[in-house]
């Protein structure tokens, strides 16, 4: 169970290399007293991983997980509850390509949305029957501000981080009649590896920063977080203006 302060006992991390996911991991490690479950595909990434939170004094155990493979998510979701409750479950796996490409290579369109949202569906699936059973557990889903509205430059990443956002919203309003939560994170522009090579956007943030928000937000009991949170008022301007104005819009 999470404790009072807010410290879970047990937390699974689905996309285990993810630099926001690890930063949340991290703002959660008690030495000697909080398990962490990498969900990830095995590699060196997944190995510094577990490394950086043992040292802390994390126990870890390692699962195999492939966003891909959708008929295993069910089974990499049992295994993870194997020894006890899972508390806190983080879905932080996603991946960013170029837009120009995305909307013209039908072959990286799919990817993406494959990963960024059938794979989250079939994963939130699972979850949500887990947190039913057992009765309580929180599901941090790492969504973007760029599912809010769909924009020029990035339009095909947006329109799957729309439909994670919609699918994570909705499966906390199920959850709540069963002792669980879901709190949807949306970040705006995160410093990471995922966006390494890009120019930074106005109210840049660090998975850091990401994951203190979610540690504050959970805490807090909330359902839904802006970080900074000052991009829920941006946000909200923006998807609130008319259309020719908005494509002109430098976004």
């Known amino acids: 169970m999470i404790d009072a302060t807010g410290r879970p006992q ?3 991390l689905l996309g285990g290399t993810s630099d926001i996911g690890l930063a949340i991991a991290r703002a959660y490690v008690q030495p000697g007293s909080t398990e962490v479950v990498l969900a990830a595909r095995p590699g060196p990434r997944r190995d510094a991983a577990e490394a950086d939170l043992s ?3 994390a126990r870890v155990r390692l699962l195999d997980f492939d966003a891909h493979d959708t008929t295993a998510h069910r089974e990499v979701v049992a295994r993870a509850w194997q020894g006890g409750d899972v508390d806190i479950s983080v879905v932080a796996f996603g991946v960013l390509a170029d837009n120009e490409t995305a909307w013209q290579d039908a072959s990286v ?6 990963i960024n949202y059938t794979a989250a ?3 939130g699936v699972a979850l949500g029957e887990r947190i039913v059973q057992q009765g309580h557990g929180v599901i941090v889903a790492l969504s973007s501000v760029a599912g809010e509205r769909a924009r020029r430059s990035n339009f095909v990443y947006g329109s799957t981080k729309a439909g994670f956002d919609a699918f994570y919203t909705g ?5 709540r009649e069963h002792g669980g939560r879901v709190l949807v994170v949306r970040p705006g522009f995160v410093r990471s590896k995922m966006t390494a090579g890009l120019d930074p956007a106005p109210l840049s943030v660090t998975p850091e920063q990401v994951a203190e928000a979610v540690r504050a937000a959970v805490l807090a009991g909330r359902e839904q977080v802006w970080v900074p949170s000052s991009m829920r008022y941006v946000m909200s301007v923006l998807r609130h203006v008319p259309r020719p104005l908005f494509r002109r819009l430098p976004l």
């Open 10 to 12: 047990k937390l699974l």
């Open 55 to 57: 040292a802390m004094g």
């Open 109 to 114: 369109a799919e990817d993406m949305a494959s």
């Open 121 to 123: 569906v079939t994963v």
């Open 171 to 175: 499966l906390g309003e199920t959850l």
